[in-house]
């Protein structure tokens, strides 16, 4: 059995029955966040990512936002005080529309070179956030846990 | 994205050896998965479709080169829809079977 060397680059891709839009306020408004992510109330405004979740709170810096296409924001782990001790990472979030009413969201974790720690723990998150975030648009709930 | 593309994507032992290469080190381009297969460039290049359009791989720009990337996520939708699903009951089955010897005793 191989283990795996967690990645300095790590790529997620779901394809969503919803509109850019609803994919765009569905990352970036802690009503619908708080329902996929680990419970976190994210939002992104002023140019800046506030973060909220089981009492510990803190904001990242947005380094591109064009809504509703494309967020790209600084990753310091502020739920975890081992990984927030990590050097700052990256995260792009791309919306594609597709044919039929579906939607491409990738998210691109990187720049991860000074947060082993952090790329070890975020390799199973992001497939659980973007698998859940998928549920909460189609089906207009929360993933049963 | 249906399970049928992802299922079919993996039913075949060379893409699922591309996947296995990409998990041990993602980001790579054609020309390194096609150091390590016997097989054509041509071969490599059709097999990394078909993943491609399962969106099982996705691939990047970075420079002058294109990197293929694993994307796990259609792997977790099939385990939720797929495993999750039979295996949740086997083991409320064997809870079932732990209670009722335990009532018995």
Same mark, same amino acid.
Not at chain 1, 65 to 86: C, F, I, Q
Not at chain 2, 57 to 77: A, D, M, Q, S, Y
């Given at each position: 059995?191989?283990?795996?060397?967690?990645?300095?680059?790590?790529?997620?891709? %779901?394809?969503?029955?919803?509109?850019?839009?609803?994919?765009? $306020?569905?990352? *970036?408004?802690?009503?619908?966040?708080?329902?996929y992510f680990y419970g976190a109330q994210i !939002?992104?405004?002023?140019?800046?990512?506030?973060?909220?979740?089981?009492?510990?709170?803190?904001?990242?810096?947005?380094?591109?936002?064009?809504?509703?296409?494309?967020?790209?924001?600084?990753? /310091?782990?502020?739920?975890?005080?081992?990984?927030?001790?990590?050097?700052?990472?990256?995260?792009?979030?791309?919306?594609?529309?597709?044919?039929?009413?579906?939607?491409?969201? *990738?998210? %691109?974790? #990187?720049?991860?070179?000074?947060?082993?720690?952090?790329?070890?723990?975020?390799?199973?998150?992001?497939?659980?956030?973007?698998?859940?975030?998928?549920?909460?648009?189609?089906?207009?709930?929360?993933?049963? $846990? | 994205?249906? #399970?049928?593309?992802?299922?079919?994507?993996?039913?075949?032992? /060379?893409?699922?050896?591309?996947?296995?290469?990409?998990?041990?080190?993602?980001?790579? /381009?054609?020309?390194?998965?096609?150091?390590?297969?016997?097989?054509?460039?041509?071969?490599?290049?059709?097999?990394?479709?078909?993943?491609? #359009?399962?969106?099982?791989?996705?691939?990047? +720009?970075?420079?002058?080169?294109?990197?293929?990337?694993?994307?796990?996520?259609?792997? +977790?939708?099939?385990?939720?829809?797929?495993?999750?699903?039979? *295996?949740?009951?086997? %083991?409320?089955?064997?809870?079932?079977?732990?209670? !009722?010897?335990?009532?018995?005793?």
């Open positions: 059995m191989t283990t795996l060397t967690a990645q300095t680059t790590q790529v997620y891709s %779901v394809f969503i029955r919803a509109t850019p839009e609803q994919v765009w $306020d569905a990352i *970036t408004k802690p009503e619908f966040t708080q329902q !939002e992104v405004r002023d140019d800046r990512r506030f973060c909220v979740v089981g009492g510990a709170e803190w904001d990242e810096e947005v380094f591109e936002a064009d809504p509703p296409r494309k967020l790209v924001h600084g990753w /310091t782990a502020g739920y975890d005080p081992d990984l927030a001790a990590e050097a700052e990472s990256r995260v792009t979030w791309e919306i594609e529309p597709q044919d039929g009413g579906i939607t491409r969201l *990738t998210v %691109v974790h #990187d720049q991860l070179e000074g947060a082993p720690k952090t790329a070890e723990s975020v390799a199973g998150g992001w497939m659980y956030v973007l698998s859940g975030l998928k549920t909460l648009l189609e089906v207009g709930r929360p993933m049963a $846990d | 994205m249906d #399970d049928d593309q992802v299922f079919k994507a993996l039913a075949d032992p /060379t893409r699922r050896h591309l996947l296995d290469r990409l998990f041990e080190r993602d980001g790579r /381009t054609l020309t390194e998965l096609e150091s390590e297969l016997e097989m054509s460039r041509f071969g490599v290049m059709k097999h990394l479709r078909v993943l491609a #359009d399962a969106g099982l791989v996705v691939t990047r +720009r970075e420079g002058r080169e294109k990197l293929h990337f694993l994307n796990p996520v259609p792997i +977790r939708l099939i385990h939720d829809r797929w495993i999750d699903k039979y *295996t949740e009951r086997r %083991v409320a089955a064997l809870a079932d079977l732990k209670h !009722e010897l335990e009532d018995s005793a």
